[in-house]
């Protein structure tokens, strides 16, 4: 007998969560940089967004793709509205986490002289392994537990 897409939360084991985690978290993350470069050098004839604005848009992007395949694939979870307000909460916090850490890398980093490119890289890279942890750690322990 097939348990409930619910029940089938806890009966992945961690390793499969974490595997699928991180493969879905490299997608949502190819989404995030790619038009977070698009984003601060313009394309189609719009010109280029600052790298906060930018960075805001990639991570709203790249965030919900992460969240439409986490929750079907990496938990199994049928949408609730309990962990729809949950998970917008935590957005929002790792928003704040990860575009703050981003701009504040950014600055460091362009101030050092290193090319845009490599700023852009190294901050998008610490910011969202930081987002990407607490994450993984709230969904799994708290937000995809919620009925």
């Known amino acids: 007998m097939e348990l409930p897409v619910d029940e089938r939360v806890s009966a992945l084991p961690l390793r499969t969560q974490l595997v699928r985690f991180v493969l879905t978290g490299g997608l949502s993350a190819l989404v995030d940089f790619g038009l977070l470069v698009l984003l601060m050098h313009g394309f189609l004839g719009v010109p280029g967004l600052g790298h906060t604005s930018a960075k805001a848009l990639s991570f709203v ?87």
Request: charged content about 15%.
């Open 61 to 147: 992007a790249g965030t919900t793709t992460a969240y439409l395949i986490n929750r079907r694939w990496t938990f199994r979870a049928e949408p609730s509205r309990k962990r729809f307000l949950a998970v917008v909460v935590l957005y929002a916090l790792t928003f704040g986490l990860q575009v703050g850490l981003f701009s504040l890398l950014f600055t460091a980093l362009a101030r050092q002289g290193l090319a845009l490119g490599v700023v852009q890289l190294v901050g998008f890279v610490v910011a969202q392994g930081v987002a990407t942890t607490v994450n993984f750690v709230v969904q799994r322990a708290v937000i995809f537990r919620i009925r």
